[in-house]
């Protein structure tokens, strides 16, 4: 069978051996209601247990703050709509970086009469501090700012923006969803009232995220009905789905330090050879994501460029997998102010535990195969 | 190990084994993100769109009417405060024995201006018919009323309902969850706009639901974001548990005709030896679901009687899975006019494909024994 080398684990990681190990049983005799009052519904709820202080461990936060969510982008739009659905329209600032599923539900509140303020961000993709002590003046009540970035993998230093939003009487989350598994991510250290995790980011299953949260903070449910989950989200919990998060998280805290090193050089090492083939890296000069590279080959198309190295058996993205349907230059380079051409270019590649020394050594002689046939064809001329 | 007798199939399901076989790949070397553009990507996406196909055979849809959810909850959340998000705040009208996850979502559009009606049911648990016609004259804009009830079993003339409120100018929905796999669902039959369904209710996998939905139905997600399932619903799509839900639907639809016979006799069979030992039968006379039994034995409380048959070997619910935090009276049987004192001693027995005759003699002779016992305690004579 053929097997492309996956260079897109921030889109999706493969399910984790010991992850499904885990969810096996969930998916066999073990399979109650954790409401229900009997022998089954007791394993499941201890099982839900258990998988919550995992998660918990994971985020330096306490079991009762994790609520469990289908994933990142539910508990994105539970942060944003639950607590403005119980507050007067007010003030909501977000980074002109924000992962699509903060940015649309942010949007959506306008219709109830709430301001948004998107605070850009300099030319390496952090935060412009300037616009971000103006936006501070103006006394938002609601701020989300993602930890890392799904693109140019840029951490933003989270812990001081949100001392200063807290000061400012500001309710504070952060989309951490790409920053688990990579870099630490601590509740209490960053000081933000929320905060959104997802399983399958870090080899955990699809079906299975968490919002953080601190328990000052109202929220009204999105999903409400039987109560689950202290009221925040009901459904039937996806048991299967929450073993396999908990398990994904005990064991990217174990894997993270000595994982995160390894991938660096892998990351560099490719860095280097497509710097020296005179393509653009962004974001090279900010603290960054160790696994993700996005970059830009002059004059070449990305979405050519994808098509051509997944024929070639290498499977990366030009953009973020979720706005795939309908493909734009990415907003975060826009934002960083790179000219739209140029943005058209981009490429992402993301590894993970599972990419190999053999992997990048590959990638980087298929690489320069691809762009000299590209460069060869005459519409793909800058 | 021990393994007690399952009785609460109305709660979840056991997975199919038929249906764990078709996700195991999705658990394993598949596991791309259906909106990325590579071969992983695609074959996800290729998966996604052959169980949409599935779903929506089995409710006599077009695949292009389904939109996939984590499950009935949100579904159903989906509807309601989707529907309402694009209108005036008006009027939306639903059963009074709806499940918490259509009756929760429909409370907290009051907090948007919106008028609510809870339209009663007669003595048996179905639609009383002078309130109905009474509130169709009120012009409700969305009515909302359960094809099949999950605690009485009692399934409601939806199409009936459907031909009268669309003629009265609202948009209709069914929520179909305990139906499906049990009786014929068919979306173009009921004449609905929304029809509710969940993979785990029969055999599929937990985290996977969907909202059937007429394409002239607007409405806003409830989760936003990438932009997936035609922008009503984003989140990366859960490969493996959509693909559970379409396989489950192609076995549910195999199925169904031959096991509801069998499981009809079984339940009745039950029915018959419950009767005999004093115990009331609700909704006994009125069209049920095959697999469902719900019943009060006089002057035994309901969470006793199920810890002590628990206990015995065998799992079953007093009232649904979805209340079991908050023990209340069943709100189906208050709405039927039952005393509070009866609705406390209601137990639930749901029958499911694995249930067996030898299950069933099993139960009526424990339940027996257990009743004799409960009924020595002084503490709980009537």
Redesign the interface.
Same mark, same amino acid.
């Not at 409401?35 to 519904?41: L, P, T």
């Not at 009204?220 to 689950?228: D, E, N």
């Not at 009901?234 to 789905?241: I, K, M, P, W």
């Not at 973020?320 to 309908?326: L, P």
């Given at each position: 069978m053929f097997?492309?080398v996956?260079l897109?684990w921030n889109?999706?990681?493969?399910?984790d051996p010991g992850v499904?190990e885990a969810?096996i049983p969930w998916?066999?005799?073990r399979?109650?209601?954790a409401?229900?009052? %009997?022998?089954?519904?007791r394993q499941a709820r201890a099982a839900v247990d258990e998988a919550r202080a995992q998660v918990a461990r994971a985020v330096g936060a306490h079991a009762t703050e994790v609520v469990f969510t289908?994933?990142?982008?539910?508990a994105?739009?539970l942060f944003i709509k639950g607590a403005a659905?119980l507050m007067r329209p007010a003030r909501i600032a977000i980074s002109a970086i924000e %992962?699509?599923?903060?940015?649309?539900?942010a949007?959506?509140l306008r219709?109830?009469g709430w301001e948004l303020a998107e605070i850009g961000v300099d030319a390496a993709g952090r935060l412009d501090a300037a616009s971000w002590r103006a936006e501070l003046e103006q006394r938002p009540a609601l701020v989300s700012v993602m930890l890392a970035n799904n693109e140019t993998g840029v951490i933003q230093n989270v812990a001081a923006l949100a001392r200063e939003a807290t000061a400012a009487g500001a309710w504070v989350h952060t989309d951490a969803v790409q920053a688990l598994g990579k870099i630490e991510v601590d509740f209490r250290k960053l000081g933000v009232h929320a905060l959104t995790v997802s399983a %399958?980011k870090i080899g955990g299953?699809?079906?299975?995220g968490a919002l953080i949260m601190d328990k000052r903070l109202e929220l009204?449910?999105?999903?409400?009905?039987?109560?689950?989950e202290r009221g925040l989200r009901?459904?039937?919990?996806?048991?299967?789905?929450i073993v396999g998060f908990g398990a994904a998280c005990a064991i990217a805290l174990d894997r993270r330090a000595a994982e995160a090193r390894r991938i660096e050089v892998l990351r560099d090492r490719v860095q280097a050879a497509l710097a020296a083939s005179g393509a653009r890296i962004f974001s090279a000069d900010a603290p960054r994501l160790p696994n993700t590279l996005f970059f830009a080959a002059a004059g070449i198309d990305g979405?050519t460029l994808?098509?051509r190295?997944?024929r070639a058996g290498?499977?990366?993205?030009?953009g973020?997998?979720?706005?795939?349907? %309908?493909p734009e230059p990415s907003r975060t380079l826009l934002a960083m102010g790179v000219e739209p051409a140029v943005a058209r270019s981009a490429v992402r590649l993301s590894l993970g535990y599972g990419t190999t020394d053999a992997d990048v050594e590959r990638f980087v002689v298929a690489f320069a195969t691809v762009l000299s046939e590209l460069k060869k064809l005459p519409a793909m001329a800058a």
């Open positions: 097997t492309p996956y897109d889109a999706t990681a493969p399910l499904r969810m998916l066999g005799d399979f109650g209601n409401s229900s009052r %009997h022998e089954y519904g289908s994933g990142g982008s539910e994105n739009n659905a %992962h699509p599923c903060v940015r649309e539900p949007r959506q219709r109830t %399958h299953p699809l079906g299975a009204a449910p999105l999903i409400a009905g039987g109560g689950q009901s459904g039937t919990e996806n048991v299967a789905a979405e994808v098509a190295l997944d290498f499977a990366c993205a030009s973020s997998a979720c706005s795939s349907a %309908h």
